[in-house]
Nanobody
Framework: VQLVESGGGSVQPGGSLRLSCGAS????????MGWFRQAPGKEREGVAF????????YYADSVKGRFTISQEKGKITVYLEMDNLNPEDTAMYYC???????????????????WGQGTQVTVS
């Protein structure tokens, strides 16, 4: 299984970026997929996730109203639309996926078996 992220880059405060993550070798049609981020000197934190089966989404409080996660129909691909970015959003963003993740722990690292290499987002 391979997760490949793209779309990172540098943007000024208030700007927008769109991240994408595609999976190969991963055939589950029902799974949880989304994004973590890790800033220098900080722990990795869950940002946004979507359940492919029903489309339910989860967001960290710090990004609610600014970030939107979506899935591409018929593909194991997710997008993260990030609007109104601020310097606190600067981090390496990692895509993660797992077959089944219980709702209460969806923003935690430990349930996820599959990870991408990360894509850098810099807001300055």
């Amino acid at each position: 299984v391979q997760l490949v992220e793209s779309g990172g880059g540098s943007v000024q405060p208030g700007g927008s970026l769109r991240l994408s993550c595609g999976a190969s070798g991963y055939t589950y049609s029902s799974n949880c997929m989304g994004w973590f981020r890790q800033a220098p000197g900080k722990e990795r934190e869950g940002v946004a996730f979507v359940y492919f089966g029903g489309g339910r989404t989860y967001y960290a409080d710090s990004v609610k109203g600014r970030f939107t996660i979506s899935q591409e129909k018929g593909k194991i691909t997710v997008y993260l639309e990030m609007d109104n970015l601020n310097p606190e959003d600067t981090a390496m963003y990692y895509c993660a996926a797992e077959r089944v993740v219980a709702g209460p722990v969806v923003l935690q690292e430990w349930p996820y078996s599959y990870w991408g290499q990360g894509t850098q987002v810099t807001v300055s």
